[in-house]
């Protein structure tokens, strides 16, 4: 079946450090591929998505590309804030008929000043 | 405002108690969706619906019964065979076609007294 793969964190970060939040997955077909974020005590919000190969998302100095050769969507910000600090689930969905989303763990990110 | 209401934000659940966890969309989306969230872990899918009146189980329902009575509504019931309840619940929606993009509620963090 279908499957995501994170990076155990936490991941801890100075203000303005890269970012990297390696996510592999393994699936059938052409999966679309999606980043979310969940700040503390709150749902999950959609950050990015990506739908087919060499797609590349972006949404608030975030980014990641879907690369079908390494079956990778990792998650990129150049410069970090304190702001950033979350959880991040990278996520899949098949390509046929309804579906249903499958999670990674998360990755926590913890970014001081 | 369109979104996804949780309630009540915290509960506290008896021994032997069955609780319900209130779950309403204004999104006029078809598909609804309750996950468990536990620290540490990713999220896993406890019963989903499509349309109204039908549901389906997901990875983990044992100890919960959903209904979707009406388009806008999916309560769950953590009932009293659920033997470890203490977690944290989301609700999502989606319109159920193409992408199928899920949006969240801000969750229900449920406890045992």
């Known amino acids: 079946g279908n499957s995501v793969t994170q990076m155990e964190g936490p991941v801890t970060l100075s203000e303005e450090a890269f970012l990297t939040i390696n996510c592999t997955y393994t699936?059938?077909?052409?999966?679309?591929l999606f980043w979310y974020v969940q700040y503390p005590g709150e749902g999950l919000q959609l950050l990015l998505k990506?739908?087919?190969?060499?797609d590349k998302g972006s949404n608030k100095g975030f980014e990641a590309t879907y690369r079908k050769e390494t079956t990778s969507f990792h998650l990129e910000k150049g410069s970090v804030q304190v702001s950033d600090s979350a959880v991040y689930f990278c996520a899949l969905s098949g390509d046929t008929g309804f579906q249903k989303l499958v999670f990674g763990t998360g990755t926590r990110l913890l970014v001081s000043p | 405002d369109g979104g996804i209401t949780q309630s009540p934000k915290y509960l506290f659940r008896k021994e032997g108690q069955n609780v319900t966890l209130s779950c309403e969309q204004n999104?006029?989306?078809?598909?609804m969706y309750w996950y468990r969230q536990d620290p540490g872990q990713g999220l896993r899918l406890i019963y989903y619906s499509q349309i109204v009146n039908d549901f389906q189980k997901g990875d983990i329902a044992e100890g919960y019964s959903v209904s979707r009575e009406k388009k806008e509504s999916f309560p769950l019931t953590v009932t009293s065979a659920q033997k470890n309840p203490t977690a944290f619940y989301l609700c999502?929606?989606?319109?159920?076609?193409?992408?199928?993009?899920?949006?969240f509620g801000a969750g229900t963090r449920l406890s045992v007294l």
């Open positions: 999502a929606s989606s319109d159920g076609t193409g992408l199928n993009i899920q949006y």
């Open positions: 699936a059938t077909g052409y999966p679309s």
């Open positions: 999104l006029n989306h078809d598909a």
């Open positions: 990506a739908t087919k190969a060499d």
